[in-house]
């Protein structure tokens, strides 16, 4: 069990990747103690944004599309959940407008660049989400169209993708065997933003939605905890639908192997203004839901691990 308070001592903030652009710009930040308080990890990819000049320059409506683009302060969020419960805390400062966190380095659209497919970079085939034109390198917006004045230079993707997109998931993933072997378990919580759904056959639309890829990425029992503590909380939440989760979850949970994974998106318009651009009335009570969410699966994933010996340990025995 998990021994109170939560609050997180200071913790290192520890720089990683670089943004090409931007010189001395870490791509990310983690916040973890060596001496971990709960089994939790809370990470942010999409709400970065530290922006070079010379990416802004090559956008069409930068701001409008960055707006679009941007899972809007999800990481005020984080740091205050992680801050409040001593999870701990990775969270990309690249904008996903530069390289999306959350797809794999095979999903390009390579009509985007200028020379075409490269041929020493592997068997790199196009995705859905790219021919959607949201793949690693985001394309288009519904409503918007392209986002790019010019095409793409081939240095640019390996330029993103080894200061970014490899140190960011090379970190995660020591990270949560970090948490596995305090704990004998871990729980990721991947964090988004989502746009107002609309209404669902009728019901009022979710204010969360929970992805755990259709039921493998996470045990069952920390799914339906955080079902039945949203409806304490009285807050609509759906599973799976729309946003079943992506190539974090795909990647880096293991259930079987003591790494649990969820997507949690989040209605904006709950913490943000009006115009879904800045922090709104909504904040703090965002915070507090999450807080206690996360303070909730902390001892359950603690007991999981202290349930039944660990399979990769027996394997070291």
């Avoid at 799976?240 to 259930?255: Q, S, T």
């Avoid at 699966?297 to 349930?307: D, F, K, P, R, T």
Wanted: with cysteine.
């Amino acid at each position: 069990m998990l021994s109170e308070p939560f609050a997180q001592r200071d913790s290192p903030e520890i720089p990683g990747g670089a943004i090409p652009g931007s010189p001395g710009q870490a791509a990310f930040t983690l916040r973890q103690s060596d001496a971990s308080r709960v089994p939790v990890l809370i990470a942010v990819p999409h709400a970065g944004r530290a922006y070079p000049g010379s990416l802004i320059e090559r956008m069409r409506n930068p701001d409008y599309a960055a707006l679009r683009l941007e899972d809007r302060y999800v990481d005020l969020l984080g740091e205050a959940v992680a801050s409040a419960t001593g999870a701990a805390l990775l969270v990309a400062h690249a904008p996903r407008a530069m390289i999306d966190l959350n797809r794999a380095t095979e999903d390009i659209d390579w009509d985007m660049f200028a020379q075409g497919k490269p041929s020493g970079l592997g068997s790199y085939t196009p995705g859905l989400r790219a021919r959607s034109g949201l793949g690693l390198i985001p394309r288009r917006l519904p409503g918007l169209g392209e986002l790019w004045k010019h095409r793409l230079d081939r240095k640019d993707l390996v330029d993103r993708i080894d200061q970014i997109h490899t140190p960011y998931h090379q970190c995660l993933s020591d990270s949560l065997v970090q948490l596995r072997s305090r704990w004998g378990a871990a729980l990721l919580i991947d964090l988004h933003s989502m746009p107002p759904l609309g209404l669902r056959d009728g019901l009022p639309p979710p204010e969360f939605v929970l992805g755990d890829r259709f039921g493998t990425t996470c045990h069952g029992a920390l799914v339906a905890s955080c079902f039945g503590y949203f409806a304490q909380q009285r807050r609509t939440a759906a599973h799976n639908r729309p946003y079943a989760g992506g190539y974090v979850l795909e990647r880096h949970a293991a259930p079987t192997g003591g790494i649990h994974a969820v997507q949690l998106e989040i209605d904006r318009s709950r913490y943000l203004d009006a115009r879904l651009a800045e922090p709104g009335g909504g904040f703090a009570a965002m915070v507090d839901i999450l807080t206690g969410l996360v303070r909730r699966l902390a001892s359950e994933v603690a007991e999981l691990g202290q349930a039944e010996p660990a399979p990769w340990a027996q394997a070291a025995e």
